[in-house]
């Protein structure tokens, strides 16, 4: 079975603070994908990795930037977190060939409250 | 790029009864059409997807169609139980950029009464 983990299951920081964000995946996947989840949005794209240090601006790519020095391994940034940043992210991950055609897999989640 | 619209928002069925959820897009060369369950706390899981060579799949109670000409696709499930009651989100393909991905719709809340 895919295993996509992310770092944490919830996460409370202060506005202004630097937040890391990290997912692993085990299945030796090329894509992967942050999103994040809001109520009544559905799920939007933030970013995503077609390759090691490879990576493709989503819909909302405005005040996060990513990370992907390793294969296994995708990290979301958020530089100076404000409260608008309050949301659940979920991370997921595809094999390789073009992200728009495979299964996703994704992560549990991790909710993030920005004070 | 592509734009996904899913409806309805939200969806209450008795147990047994057959629910339809619904989605249009808007570029006439997706071919791939994913559809994902949600349960609550839980995260979003692949439960059947459908390319542009055919018009319709079955996997048991659950189903989907393909009208590419109005372009539109729907989820149909069949004899809805308890455990069907899951957020449904419909996907299709953005080929923006250098590399494809997928772009969701806003989901449906479904509630299935016992």
């Known amino acids: 079975d895919v295993k996509v983990t992310q770092s944490s299951r919830y996460l409370v920081k202060r506005t202004g603070e630097k937040v890391f964000l990290e997912c692993v995946q085990d299945?030796?996947?090329?894509?992967m994908f942050w999103y994040r989840q809001d109520p009544g949005l559905g799920l939007r794209l933030i970013y995503f990795?077609?390759?090691?240090?490879?990576?493709e601006k989503g819909d909302i790519p405005e005040g996060y930037s990513v990370s992907r020095e390793k294969k296994e391994r995708f990290s979301l940034i958020l530089e100076s977190a404000s409260t608008n940043q309050t949301s659940m992210y979920l991370c997921?991950?595809?094999?390789?060939?073009?992200?728009?055609?495979?299964?996703?897999?994704f992560g549990p989640g991790t909710r993030l409250t920005v004070l | 790029g592509e734009n996904v619209e899913q409806h309805p928002s939200t969806l209450s069925v008795q147990e047994g009864d057959s629910a339809v959820i619904k989605c249009t897009y808007s570029?006439?060369?997706?071919?791939?059409f994913p559809w994902y369950k949600q349960e609550l706390g839980k995260r979003p899981q692949l439960i059947i997807d459908i390319r542009s060579n055919v018009g319709e799949k079955k996997d048991q109670r659950i189903a989907v169609t393909l009208n590419k000409t109005a372009k539109h696709f729907s989820l149909h499930i069949t004899e809805t139980q308890p455990e069907d009651s899951a957020v449904y989100f419909c996907?299709?393909?953005?080929?923006?950029?250098?590399?494809?991905?997928?772009?969701f719709g806003k989901g449906t809340k479904l509630s299935v009464k016992p």
């Open positions: 299945m030796d996947h090329e894509n």
């Open positions: 570029d006439s060369a997706s071919n791939y």
């Open positions: 990795s077609y390759d090691v240090k490879m990576k």
């Open positions: 997921a991950s595809s094999l390789v060939g073009s992200g728009a055609h495979n299964e996703q897999f």
């Open positions: 996907a299709a393909p953005n080929y923006g950029g250098s590399q494809g991905n997928l772009i």
